[in-house]
């Protein structure tokens, strides 16, 4: 079975490592980048099952890549987790509303993670 395909962006070089340590070793396979064009231009090149998106990031903010990831319909349908420090109601609302399957706030458990997504895509697809 083919492995799915997470996609990191997030503007913090030690946590984009230590996600795909954790998100390799539950068996999927993983890039990362550091901005949210960098993620809509990755997602271009090798579409990813699920895309794991920071809020706060130079060059274009993670609800932005969000938002454009939502509107085209060649994209619409990837799965988009926010994992961010941002915490309040509105911040969790606003990224739902544009089409975030979850949302989880920093510090958070690697573990909880891995979970969230393993409910949202094994990490083999039959």
């Known amino acids: 079975m083919p492995q799915s395909q997470v996609l990191i962006a997030d ?7 230590i996600l795909q340590h954790k998100l390799s070793a539950a068996g999927y396979a993983v890039r990362s980048v550091e901005d949210g064009r960098a993620a809509l231009e990755q997602v271009q090149v090798e579409r990813p099952d699920i895309l794991v998106l920071d809020a706060m990031m130079p060059v274009m903010d993670g609800f932005e890549a969000l938002r454009r990831l939502k509107d085209d319909p060649a994209s619409s349908d990837i799965v988009v987790v926010m994992l961010t420090a941002l915490k309040g109601d509105e911040d969790v609302v606003s990224a739902l509303r544009l089409g975030a399957a979850d949302y989880l706030a920093k510090p958070f458990n690697p573990d909880e993670l ?10 083999a697809q039959a």
């Open 114 to 123: 891995v979970a969230r997504l393993q409910r949202l895509a094994p990490a």
């Open 11 to 17: 503007d913090d070089p030690l946590l984009r490592e």
